[in-house]
C-alpha cells in the first residue's frame, strides 16, 4: 500500500519480509509498467521479449492502443504521412525499475533454515485486466516470468471488483484463492518460522549493507511489543497470577524452587548451630529451626500434590510442548519457542519495573545528600532517623525489585525442582 525506493530502511523492510516468507502475493497493476505506442517499428508476429522486463505485444486493436499509450504528439514543422496499418499496431511494455527491484529481490531471497527451502513461492495478481486485454495480460505474463522463474507458483488476472457484487465478487477471487490454498497445502514441514530477534537481526545485516556509507542508518526498533495469541494468553496469566501473589510473587509462582531455596538455607544454619557449644539457648533455636525445616519440607511435598502452577504448565505444554512434566526431560528444545516466550516475559516486566527503579534511583540521591548534609553538622544536630527510614524502604524496595525481575531462568529452576521432587515422591 505504499513504497519508498529510494529509502534504504524501506528496501531493506521489504528483503526482510520476502527472505523469511514462504509464499508471497504480488499484485501487478498498469501503475507497474510503461506503456509505449510501438507501430513505428517493424511489426511482429507473436508477442515477444526484447529485453529484461520488456515486451512487444502485437496485433492491439486501435482502441486499445489508444486508450493504453496515446500516440505521441509529432512536431508541426515537421510533418509525416502514417504509416502504419490496424494488423501493425503494436505495444512495448516494460516493468518500472521500481518493480523489477522488487522482482529481482523476490527471485534472489533465500536465507538458509527460515522460510521455503527453494526461496519464496511468488503468486501474482493481475489488476484491471479487462482494461488490459488477453494478449497485454499475456506480455505481462511473460515478462514476470522471465524474472521470476521457478518461483513464480501462478499469474492471476483479477476483474476489476467495484463493480461486482456479494457471490459474483467472490467468484472471481476463487482461482487466486485455491492457487493460494493449495501452494499452503504443498509446502514443506521444514519451513522454518523466525522469532522476533531473528527478523531483528535479518533486518539490520540487510540495513547494513543497502544503507549508504555515509547516510545515518535505521535499525530494528528492539523495544517493540509483538503481538500474538500465544502472548495474549501468557499476559493474560501473568496479570492473574500477579494480582494473587500481591507482594510475594516468586514464592506464588515457584513454590518448590522457593521452597527448595528456604530449606537450603535453614539447613545452613542448623549446621551453625550444631557446631557451636551445647547451650540451652542453642538447644532451643535448633529444636525451632527443626520445626521450621519440617513444616517447609511439608509445604514443599504438598505443592506436588497440588499439581504445577498455571504459569509453569503454560511453560510446559506451549513453550516445550509437551503434554506432562515427565516428557520435558527429554523433549526436542525449540530456541524460536523460548525466545517468543522471553520477548513477551520482558514486555510484560519492563514497565512494571521502571517505576521500581526509578523510585529506587531517587531515594539512594536522597539518602547521599542527607547524608553529606550531616558530616557538617555536630554530633547533637545530627539526625539518623531520617537516614534509617530510607535505607528501610530501600530494602523493602530491593526486595520488590527482586520478587518483580522474573526470567526464562526462573521457569527452568521450578521445572527442575518439580522434576526432582517427583523422582524423591517415586
Not at 526498533?221 to 500465544?230: I, V
Request: charge should be negative; include cysteine; charged fraction near 25%.
Amino acid at each position: 500500500h505504499g513504497a519508498a525506493y529510494g529509502d534504504a530502511g524501506w528496501l531493506a523492510l521489504m528483503a526482510t519480509l520476502l527472505a523469511t516468507s514462504s509464499v508471497v502475493v504480488l499484485h501487478l497493476s498498469l501503475e507497474d509498467c510503461l506503456i509505449q505506442n510501438d507501430s513505428d517499428h517493424q511489426p511482429l508476429q507473436q508477442t515477444t521479449v526484447v529485453g529484461p522486463g520488456s515486451v512487444v505485444v502485437p496485433g492491439c486493436s486501435t482502441n486499445l492502443v489508444n486508450a493504453l499509450a496515446p500516440p505521441r504528439p509529432k512536431p508541426s514543422t515537421a510533418p509525416k504521412k502514417a504509416t502504419a496499418t490496424p494488423s501493425g499496431n503494436q505495444l512495448r511494455l516494460s516493468i518500472r525499475p521500481e518493480m523489477l527491484a522488487i522482482l529481482r529481490m523476490v527471485a534472489d531471497a533465500r536465507i538458509l533454515g527460515i522460510g521455503h527451502p527453494e526461496g519464496p513461492r511468488v503468486l501474482v495478481a493481475l489488476r484491471d485486466a479487462p482494461v488490459m486485454g488477453a494478449k497485454v495480460s499475456e506480455g505481462l505474463r511473460l515478462c514476470v516470468e522471465g524474472f521470476l522463474g521457478s518461483s513464480l507458483a501462478a499469474f492471476c488476472p483479477i476483474d476489476d471488483l467495484r463493480e461486482l457484487q456479494g457471490p459474483y465478487r467472490q467468484q472471481a477471487l476463487r482461482n487466486i484463492r485455491d492457487v493460494f490454498a493449495k501452494e499452503l497445502s504443498n509446502l514443506p514441514k521444514n519451513c522454518g518460522f523466525p522469532s522476533i530477534d531473528s527478523l531483528q537481526q535479518i533486518y539490520d545485516r540487510f540495513s547494513q549493507r543497502l544503507a549508504p556509507y555515509e547516510d545515518p542508518q535505521l535499525h530494528a526498533n528492539y523495544q517493540l511489543s509483538p503481538q500474538s495469541a500465544f502472548g495474549t494468553r501468557l499476559l493474560a496469566l501473568l496479570d492473574s497470577e500477579a494480582t494473587r501473589a500481591g507482594s510475594n510473587m516468586k514464592a506464588h509462582l515457584f513454590p518448590v524452587s522457593e521452597a527448595a531455596t528456604t530449606i537450603a538455607k535453614l539447613r545452613q544454619e542448623e549446621r551453625e548451630l550444631l557446631e557451636q557449644t551445647g547451650s540451652a539457648q542453642t538447644d532451643a533455636s535448633i529444636a525451632k529451626l527443626a520445626t521450621t525445616l519440617h513444616e517447609t519440607e511439608q509445604k514443599r511435598r504438598n505443592c506436588l500434590r497440588e499439581g504445577p502452577t498455571p504459569l509453569l504448565s503454560f511453560f510446559v505444554s506451549d513453550v516445550l510442548k509437551c503434554s506432562t512434566l515427565p516428557e520435558a526431560r527429554a523433549s526436542p528444545l525449540e530456541h524460536a519457542s523460548v525466545s517468543r516466550f522471553a520477548s513477551f516475559l520482558s514486555a510484560w516486566r519492563t514497565p512494571k519495573l521502571a517505576p521500581l527503579v526509578n523510585k529506587r534511583r531517587s531515594l539512594h540521591d536522597e539518602r547521599l545528600r542527607l547524608m553529606q548534609e550531616q558530616l557538617h553538622l555536630p554530633v547533637q544536630q545530627k539526625n539518623g532517623k531520617e537516614v534509617e527510614r530510607i535505607t528501610k524502604e530501600l530494602e523493602e524496595l530491593e526486595e520488590g525489585i527482586e520478587q518483580m525481575s522474573l526470567t526464562v531462568d526462573d521457569f527452568w529452576e521450578e521445572l527442575a525442582a518439580v522434576i526432582e521432587l517427583q523422582s524423591e515422591m517415586e
